[in-house]
């Protein structure tokens, strides 16, 4: 397969190593470059990589990593001023996108354009107001756990965690749907041979599963109220934690109408200074673990309680108990990626990695000048594709023998947008979402993109 794109990632942390992973699967010609042998060792152990050990601020190194000819470099170690230095020197050796990681933005705060047109980064990516704002949009929400969009905006792809009710036990066969929706994925935790699922007919839902579903904003709606209990217009959130995450996600919140916010921050002097941010906010001086003063405000009230320390065991326990207490919904900030599958397994309904969504972020980016958005879910289990169909002939969608990981959620015909069914077609022109477990990409792609079917 020829490479499409070579790609330069300085930082094998959390960010790097998932980028690697998921853009090695592809065609892309991928070269990490990290300080700590340890990294750099594993790295070509375990993947399809060119890992060099070296300064990402070096102009040698980053020359030997082939940052000259490089489509991209991606700058995401832990520390910010390595990564505006190596975008810097990226520029101006030849690579001819960059995108810049840094952990707090405060740093360019009153001078954005200086940095960027002296760097010469492309994008600029936070992971800690990323992660705010997919805290905030959560809380929004009135089921979903997470939403994407595609074919500009017209279709949704929603995650749900549905309650007890009719819909468990029933193949997807016999399942009548509200609207025109399909189910694509399910998330399934308490099966680790078969974590992530694209079902077929004869797959039907479990207790604890996570539902992917795709269609219309309006059917997507009318199927949530069908299955799900309701929910109030106001929302009561309890925020544990006053650090750069907490302080964001409540002092925005707080803008919103009808939601009401509530921070439980251990360090006295820390509460001080997210009080005096913001009108209305309430900061409690407190362990969120605490179940006389989780009583006293009555958590069992809330809606939502989001924990944002830095202790991903706080993080847990606190939501458990949140949980136990009679919480509607539990979010959770994970430091540690690896931890993302535990809080999965103890009923946390929304664990956010900055880290992950971060490479999220950048994996669109990359994937932007190409014919595909793609989506990365369930931590790279299953990704999502949009998709120029170009076929000899109109071809229907059972006779295409799409593989069994793989199923077309929504096509896009001029202006015209649809749920098909196996037994409509597609045509060249078309632009089709695929869901598609990582090991079925490579066929779903020739399938649907070669004139020759």
Do not use: W
């Amino acid at each position: 397969m020829a490479v499409s794109q070579q790609i330069v990632v300085v930082g094998a942390g959390e960010v790097g190593q998932h980028l690697a992973r998921i853009l090695s699967k592809g065609s892309h010609g991928v070269t990490v470059v990290d300080s700590d042998p340890q990294k750099i060792r594993l790295l070509n152990e375990s993947m399809d990589v060119q890992a060099l050990v070296g300064d990402g601020t070096r102009a040698d190194v980053l020359t030997h990593a082939g940052v000259v000819k490089a489509s991209l470099l991606v700058a995401v170690t832990n520390n910010d001023h390595v990564n505006m230095l190596a975008c810097l020197l990226g520029r101006q050796l030849g690579a001819k996108r960059r995108i810049l990681r840094v952990r707090d933005t405060r740093i360019l705060e009153g001078y954005h354009h200086f940095y960027q047109d002296t760097l010469g980064y492309d994008i600029v990516l936070s992971t800690s107001e990323l992660a705010a704002r997919e805290v905030i949009e959560t809380v929004k929400e009135r089921h979903a756990l997470e939403v994407e969009t595609y074919c500009d905006g017209k279709i949704q792809l929603r995650r749900l965690r549905l309650p007890e009710g009719d819909l468990l036990g029933v193949p997807l066969k016999e399942m009548r749907l509200s609207g025109k929706i399909v189910m694509v994925g399910i998330q399934r935790s308490t099966d680790s041979s078969r974590p992530f699922i694209v079902p077929g007919g004869d797959d039907s839902l479990q207790t604890g599963d996570q539902i992917f579903v795709m269609g219309e904003a309006n059917d997507l709606d009318a199927f949530e109220r069908e299955v799900g209990e309701p929910s109030a217009l106001k929302r009561e959130v309890i925020i544990m934690g006053a650090g750069r995450i907490g302080r964001t996600v409540a002092t925005k919140l707080t803008d919103i109408h009808g939601v009401s916010v509530k921070v439980i921050e251990h360090d006295a002097s820390r509460a001080r200074a997210l009080e005096q941010m913001g009108d209305g906010l309430l900061v409690l001086t407190g362990n969120a673990t605490d179940l006389e003063l989780l009583r006293e405000e009555h958590i069992g009230k809330t809606d939502v309680f989001v924990a944002t320390t830095k202790d991903d065991e706080d993080n847990l326990v606190a939501c458990q108990i949140a949980r136990v207490m009679g919480v509607g919904r539990t979010v959770a900030i994970v430091n540690k990626a690896s931890y993302g599958g535990v809080y999965d397994l103890m009923g946390v309904d929304l664990a956010i990695s900055p880290r992950l969504l971060c490479a999220k972020r950048i994996l669109r980016f990359v994937r932007a000048s190409s014919p595909q958005a793609v989506s990365i879910l369930a931590e790279g289990k299953a990704e999502v594709l949009e998709l120029e169909v170009q076929l000899k002939e109109p071809t229907r969608i059972e006779d295409l023998k799409l593989p069994v990981d793989a199923k077309i959620g929504a096509r896009m015909r001029g202006d015209s947008v649809s749920v098909p069914g196996g037994g409509e077609t597609l045509q060249s022109g078309d632009r089709v979402i695929v869901l598609a477990l990582s090991n079925a990409l490579d066929e779903v792609q020739a399938i649907l993109t070669s004139e020759q079917t």
